[in-house]
């Protein structure tokens, strides 16, 4: 069953509701395909479709904690890399420590499925931090905000959607 890419803003039911706010009011040029959401994890997503796991990005959730106050990031890699939460991600945020979201808050606070989180409709406020490699992909599959869909667009939309800072993120 090959992917059938249409543009989002044709079906929004396919997207978390705040994607699909994002998509409407960002007027940007992304794509969404529905899939079997229990193949929504990246691995076995990019097998049974087809899509490469270096043309596939995942977006993880951060709590960073400095001084009793919490704040949260979207840290955007490749799916053939890892980021360096502890590290580079850490210094970037300013804290003493980083770390995953829990799943439960990551979910809640973006309104979003686990398993199909997406930089595309966060929180007002979070930063989107993007690895330099996932810029240079000119298609790269991510989340769509609910398991049963993706989203596909260019690594350099992807910044743009999301006011994304770029830097080298991975270990």
């Known amino acids: 069953m090959p992917l059938e890419w249409v543009p989002a803003s044709d079906r929004p039911d ?25 193949l929504s994890d990246t691995a076995a997503f990019c097998e049974r479709y087809g ?3 270096e043309d596939s990005a995942n977006c993880v959730i951060v709590a960073a904690k400095r001084g009793g106050e919490t704040r949260y990031a979207a840290v955007m890699v490749l799916a053939t890399e890892r980021a360096d939460v ?18 439960a808050e990551a979910v809640e606070l973006t309104a979003m499925e686990f ?13 989107v931090l993007v690895d330099e490699n996932v810029t240079r992909r000119p298609f ?13 667009l260019s690594g350099e939309a992807l910044v743009a959607a999301t ?7 991975t270990i």
Request: net charge positive; proline share 8%.
């Open 115 to 127: 398993g199909g989180i997406t930089p595309i409709g966060l929180p007002e406020g979070w930063p």
């Open 51 to 53: 899509v490469a796991m």
């Open 163 to 169: 006011r994304g800072e770029v830097l080298a993120l």
């Open 14 to 38: 396919l997207l978390a509701d705040p994607v699909a706010k994002a998509v409407a009011s960002l007027g940007i040029t992304v794509e969404v395909a529905e899939i079997d959401p229990a």
């Open 86 to 103: 502890n590290g580079i991600v850490r210094r970037r945020l300013d804290a003493r420590k980083a770390s995953f979201a829990p799943q």
């Open 140 to 152: 790269v599959v991510i989340g769509s905000g609910v398991r049963r869909s993706k989203l596909a």
